[in-house]
């Protein structure tokens, strides 16, 4: 079990987390989200004892380890850039932790970790003969060859192409759960986060805006900047009214569930839960992306910029004036004004 308690971080006058509080479960697969310089990297590198925190204690399974030094925390890390050497072999590269510390058995140990990573047979390789996917690989097998008690994995696949993001973070959840061992990941891809992690914090500008399992903070986004941040595309608002309760974007509404006080909102909505229908909100198809069996569709609607994702043998073609309606069940109210979430 991880807990991080009350962490602050300074860069001279920059705060870079403001008084972090997470606790993380033992054998989770737990995701760090957020945009560049949010603060993930910088609580992961305090997390391995790379960084000191300037306020604020670490405790691994219930020992306090804010002052100790990275060897002393039994974590591995695997780095954006695999931090390879170069001039070693592949079996070298995985067999080096073990060499510091005088382990034994060492050539079952890097021979077993290999394999685990399907690269039992690439330990005669320098790692300048290896593909991108087989370096990070290599990294992994590193990493698990120590037996840590835990994993730090900081961005470990931008690296690499679409493809082969997809078919990795796939073996990366295998692994972890062959292995069991509480795993901390770092990326940027709320894609990648949401696929891969039992749970998530996501980051804002040294703050952990909202934490949950990614099924809950799709479902129920806090704010407006969380709701922006999670999808693919990202949600649509709309400034809108409450008024008897329904909400009200010009001539259509929709009634809600429950009562809310007459008052401006802003409706957000997912991209996949709008449809064109005969009547709603008026629109302008501005331009159609065909992605195979969906299509992104890019409106203007109520004076604001709209995606939406249709089937792709829908006829909407560019120019089109079209309606736009949502269900009551797939409507998320915010408030104006702290952009937080009102419902």
């Known amino acids: 079990m991880i807990e991080l308690k009350s962490i602050v971080k300074k860069h001279g006058a920059v705060i870079a987390l403001h008084g972090i509080d997470l606790e993380i479960r033992a054998g989770e697969?737990?995701?760090?989200?957020?945009?560049s310089g949010s603060g993930k990297t910088t609580t992961l590198r305090i997390l391995a004892g790379?960084?000191?925190?300037?306020?604020?204690?670490?405790?691994?399974?219930?020992?306090?380890?804010?002052?100790?030094?990275?060897?002393?925390?039994?974590?591995?890390?695997?780095?954006q850039s695999y931090a390879l050497y170069p001039h070693m072999s592949v079996y070298d590269n995985i067999a080096f932790p073990l060499r510091m510390v005088g382990a034994s058995d060492i050539d079952k140990s890097v021979k077993e970790a290999a394999e685990r990573v399907h690269i039992g047979h690439l330990l005669g390789r320098k790692p300048g003969q290896l593909s991108g996917?087989?370096?990070?690989?290599?990294?992994?097998?590193?990493?698990?060859?120590?037996?840590?008690?835990?994993?730090?994995?900081?961005?470990?696949?931008?690296?690499?192409?679409?493809?082969?993001?997809?078919?990795?973070?796939?073996?990366?959840?295998?692994?972890?759960?062959?292995?069991?061992?509480?795993?901390?990941?770092?990326?940027h891809d709320q894609e990648e986060a949401m696929t891969i992690a039992d749970r998530m914090a996501?980051?804002?500008?040294?703050?952990?805006?909202?934490?949950?399992?990614?099924?809950?903070?799709?479902?129920r986004p806090k704010s407006i900047d969380i709701a922006a941040f999670l999808g693919s595309p990202?949600?649509?608002?709309?400034?809108?009214?409450?008024?008897?309760?329904?909400?009200?974007?010009?001539?259509?509404?929709?009634?809600?569930?429950?009562?809310?006080?007459?008052?401006d909102v802003v409706l957000g909505v997912r991209p996949g839960a709008l449809r064109?229908?005969?009547?709603?909100?008026?629109?302008r198809v501005e331009l159609v992306e065909q992605l195979g069996e969906s299509a992104i569709v890019d409106l203007?609607?109520?004076?604001?910029?709209?995606?939406?994702?249709?089937d792709s043998r829908s006829r909407v073609q560019e120019g089109d004036e079209v309606q736009l309606a949502l269900d009551a069940r797939d409507a998320h109210l915010f408030d104006p004004q702290s952009r937080q979430r009102l419902d």
């Open 29 to 35: 697969f737990f995701a760090l989200l957020g945009p």
């Open 50 to 79: 790379l960084e000191g925190a300037d306020e604020g204690r670490v405790r691994i399974d219930g020992k306090d380890v804010t002052d100790a030094d990275p060897g002393a925390r039994n974590v591995a890390m695997v780095f």
């Open 133 to 187: 996917g087989q370096q990070q690989r290599c990294a992994l097998a590193r990493a698990i060859v120590r037996k840590p008690r835990l994993f730090l994995l900081d961005e470990p696949l931008s690296n690499l192409d679409a493809k082969l993001r997809v078919e990795t973070r796939v073996e990366l959840r295998k692994l972890h759960r062959a292995l069991g061992v509480t795993t901390v990941y770092v990326t």
């Open 202 to 219: 996501v980051f804002m500008e040294g703050r952990i805006e909202q934490m949950g399992t990614p099924a809950e903070l799709f479902a």
């Open 234 to 263: 990202p949600m649509n608002f709309f400034p809108a009214k409450l008024e008897d309760g329904r909400v009200v974007i010009g001539s259509y509404s929709v009634l809600l569930q429950g009562q809310q006080p007459n008052r």
């Open 276 to 283: 064109v229908a005969a009547h709603g909100i008026p629109a």
């Open 300 to 310: 203007q609607a109520a004076g604001t910029a709209v995606r939406m994702r249709m």
